[in-house]
């Protein structure tokens, strides 16, 4: 019905950059707030950003301000950008969306598969 694919992961140096994406689509009525997770090994997941449809977004502490969510609805998209990553940044960023099917129905979560982010030198 309804899928999220995630992209832009990779290996980045300390200091580096990197922009995710992650693209909904399917039988989509209407896309509520959309975020990003993350899960290193060993540990649970843990919410990073939020971004609302409406352009209101929040953060993790541990990224506020290196890391900056956005979202295109027009194209049921959201992204991620990432910058000065630290080490501790490593891990699969997965997405999520509160999904609309149909009018007036309530909204689903939704989740992707993740990426591989790897920050190391």
């Known amino acids: 019905q309804v899928q999220l694919v995630e992209s832009g992961g990779g290996l980045v140096q300390p200091g580096g950059s990197l922009r995710l994406s992650c693209a909904a689509s399917?039988?989509?009525?209407?896309?509520?707030?959309m975020g990003w997770y993350r899960q290193a090994p060993g540990e649970e997941r843990e919410w990073v950003a939020t971004?609302?449809?409406?352009?209101?977004?929040n953060y993790a502490d541990s990224v506020k301000g290196r890391f900056t969510i956005s979202r295109d609805n027009a194209k049921n998209t959201v992204y991620l950008q990432m910058n000065s990553v630290k080490p501790e940044d490593t891990a699969v960023y997965t997405c999520n969306a509160g999904v609309r099917l149909t009018t007036g129905t309530l909204s689903i979560p939704f989740w992707g598969r993740g990426t591989q982010v790897t920050v190391s030198s």
């Open positions: 971004a609302t449809s409406g352009g209101n977004t």
């Open positions: 399917g039988s989509i009525f209407s896309i509520g707030p």
